[in-house]
Structures are given as structure tokens and as C-alpha cells.
């Protein structure tokens, strides 16, 4: 029987605690799952009921959903090895020791204040994205940056001539089945987000440079269910070994940590927390609007949280809080699930 009894008040609380509206969670241990809805979807203009079928804006749950997983698929099938250089794609890199593989961990010390960013339309981002400079922190620091995954998803375009989304969706989210992930929702089936001059983001990514980019955004702008994402947790686990779209060994190379032992523990894509007692690492990944999947392949068991924090006000750090609180809880209670 899965209990997790501490995780789950806690999550529940996030909503009676009015840290949130709504949640839709679920915890995985094996063939079992538990999964549970609370709260509301939304609070402003009105409140509204809170479906467990809803669609969420994954904003950065995109780069290990979509962007890496159709890297996955190209290193599964020997077309990639992640030592590439960036320049073999991009050629403003030419002058740089960039490769696939620091971008995938976010060691790439790619740094740099973009002026009026929101306020770029697409050709102008792309264009200060592509120049931005490499700085000293270039193998030297781990620093989590949404610019590491656009380039990967431009890097996917040159490679197939079509925008990361499009290719995302051909490549990896039809052939997983999952029906209910798009880049192109529905407005009326997803969760309100923030507000957006006076009105409110429904079916629309929060992330502004996801807007501008549009089907060019690998780092944000997924729509996602429940229901999808655990079956996708399941192929990561390998309880289902068919669903994702390469092979179990590729999968287990993302829980290790790729990085040196000076630097903060990264894979490709996904952080990295260890188990409490055993030590082993267990893959994690956050998203803005109040997303998180945490997978632990070794006990087969995880935890998925969808929220919409920031509803109606992107101004919520207690969430964050009571989020790290929520993993650490998990990763203790889990530590005994064997």
C-alpha cells in the first residue's frame, strides 16, 4: 500500500494553508498509484471548480518532457553523444568550448543581461540569445538557466529543419500517446495562471519568452495532465519500458550525475537529490508555474505535484518553501518504501 501519509498533508495543505488554489498530485510506488484533487482552478475573475483531468502550463517541466527527451532519442540512436560543439550549430558560438553536454547541464557559464527582453519580438530574442557571452563560470559553476535549453532547442531545429515544438510533438509526445500534451491547448480545459494586463493567462504559456518564441521555445511552453505525466514516469521508472521513445539503458545514464564533484550534482536536464540512507540519486525537476516530478528508478516510486502558484499573482515564495519541504519529506518517507 503506498503511504506517504507526512508528503501528502503537506500537499494538501498548500491549499487549505491558501498557499495555492488547487492541486492535482499523485505518488507512485510500483504498479501502484495514488493520486488525489484538491482545491480550486481558479480564485479571479471567480472561483471554479478544480478537475483531475485538467491541463497545467508545465513551463519549465517542458525542457525534460519535450526538448531532452527528443535529444534522447538521438543519442538512443547513435546520432548524437552530447560532446558535439554548439558552434557545429550555431555558428556565434564558433569562438567557444561550448558542447551539447554543458547545456544539458547547465554548466555552460552562458551569462548575460538581455536589455527590454520582454519586450523583444522573436527574431530579436533569437538573435541576443545566439550572441550572449561565455563567462568565466563556464565549467566552473552550476548555474540553472532557461538560455541552455533554448539553444538545445535551436540545435534541434538545425538538425531537422522545424521549430523544437513541432519536432517535440512528432518525435516524442504522439508517439508516447499522451493525447492531452500540446503546446496548443484548449484554453477552456487548462488552469489559469497570472495575470497578463488585467486579464487572465488561460491556455497561453506564462513564461514570456516562451510567447515570444513560440514554436522555437524548447525551455517552456507545455501543457500537460496528470494523467500524462505519470505515464511518462512510468517509462522514466521502468515500470513501463515501451511508452518512452528510446531505450531503459539510455534512461538509467540520467540518474548519475554528470557534472565534477566541486560542482552542485546535475544530469542531463534533471537535478539531482539523493536518497536519505543509500545514497543513490534520484532525479528531480521544478517548473515556475508550480510544477514538480521527483523519480527514484532504483525503488520505482515518485511523486508528481501540479499546481498553479502563481494564480492569480506570480509573487509566492512561500510556496517554494513549503515545495522544498514537500521534497524533503518525500525523499524521507520514500527512503523506507522498500
Given amino acids: 500500500m503506498i503511504d506517504y501519509l507526512e508528503t501528502q498533508h503537506l500537499i494538501d495543505s498548500l491549499v487549505t494553508e491558501r498557499v495555492v488554489p488547487g492541486v492535482n498530485y499523485a505518488f507512485i510506488h510500483g504498479d501502484q498509484i495514488f493520486s488525489s484533487t484538491v482545491g480550486f482552478a481558479s480564485i479571479y475573475p471567480e472561483i471554479t471548480q478544480l478537475s483531475p483531468?485538467?491541463?497545467?502550463?508545465?513551463?519549465?517541466?517542458?525542457?525534460?518532457?519535450?526538448?531532452?527527451?527528443v535529444l534522447l532519442k538521438l543519442y538512443d540512436q547513435g546520432k548524437l553523444n552530447f560532446t558535439e560543439k554548439l558552434s557545429d550549430f550555431i555558428p556565434s558560438f564558433a569562438n567557444t568550448p561550448i558542447r551539447l553536454s554543458h547545456l544539458l547541464t547547465h554548466s555552460?557559464?552562458?551569462?548575460?543581461?538581455?536589455?527590454?527582453?520582454?519586450?523583444?519580438?522573436?527574431?530579436?530574442?533569437?538573435?541576443a540569445i545566439v550572441h550572449l557571452p561565455v563567462t568565466d563560470e563556464f565549467e566552473h559553476k552550476m548555474r540553472y538557466a532557461d538560455t541552455n535549453f533554448i539553444l538545445l532547442g535551436l540545435v534541434i531545429k538545425k538538425i531537422f529543419g522545424q521549430p523544437v515544438q513541432?519536432?517535440?510533438?512528432?518525435?516524442?509526445?504522439?508517439?508516447?500517446?499522451?493525447?492531452?500534451?500540446?503546446?496548443?491547448?484548449?484554453?477552456?480545459?487548462?488552469?489559469?495562471?497570472?495575470?497578463?494586463?488585467?486579464?487572465?493567462?488561460?491556455?497561453?504559456?506564462?513564461?514570456?519568452?516562451?510567447?515570444?518564441?513560440?514554436s522555437d521555445c524548447g525551455s517552456a511552453g507545455l501543457f500537460s495532465t496528470l494523467e500524462d505525466l505519470i505515464k511518462v514516469s512510468r517509462g522514466f521508472l521502468g515500470l513501463d519500458k515501451d511508452i518512452l521513445p528510446f531505450s531503459q539503458e539510455t534512461v538509467s545514464l540520467l540518474f548519475d550525475n554528470k557534472l565534477g564533484q566541486d560542482l552542485k550534482p546535475r544530469s542531463w536536464g534533471w537535478d539531482l537529490r539523493f536518497d536519505p540512507n543509500l545514497h543513490y540519486p534520484i532525479i528531480l525537476h521544478t517548473g515556475f508555474t508550480g510544477t514538480l516530478i521527483i523519480l527514484d528508478r532504483h525503488r520505482q516510486s515518485g511523486l508528481i505535484l501540479l499546481t498553479n502558484r502563481v494564480h492569480p499573482t506570480g509573487i509566492n515564495t512561500i510556496f517554494l518553501t513549503m515545495r522544498e519541504k514537500i521534497i524533503q519529506s518525500f525523499l524521507k518517507e520514500n527512503s523506507y518504501k522498500w
Avoid at 552562458?110 to 527582453?117: A, E, V
Avoid at 500517446?177 to 496548443?184: G, Y
Fill in 166 to 214: 513541432d519536432v517535440a510533438m512528432r518525435e516524442v509526445i504522439k508517439p508516447m500517446n499522451l493525447a492531452n500534451t500540446t503546446f496548443h491547448p484548449q484554453p477552456e480545459k487548462c488552469i489559469p495562471t497570472a495575470l497578463l494586463n488585467d486579464q487572465v493567462l488561460q491556455g497561453l504559456a506564462h513564461d514570456p519568452k516562451a510567447r515570444q518564441l513560440g
Fill in 108 to 127: 555552460s557559464g552562458i551569462r548575460g543581461w538581455i536589455p527590454h527582453r520582454n519586450e523583444l519580438n522573436h527574431d530579436e530574442l533569437i538573435d
Fill in 53 to 69: 483531468f485538467a491541463q497545467y502550463d508545465l513551463a519549465s517541466l517542458t525542457k525534460v518532457i519535450a526538448t531532452e527527451n
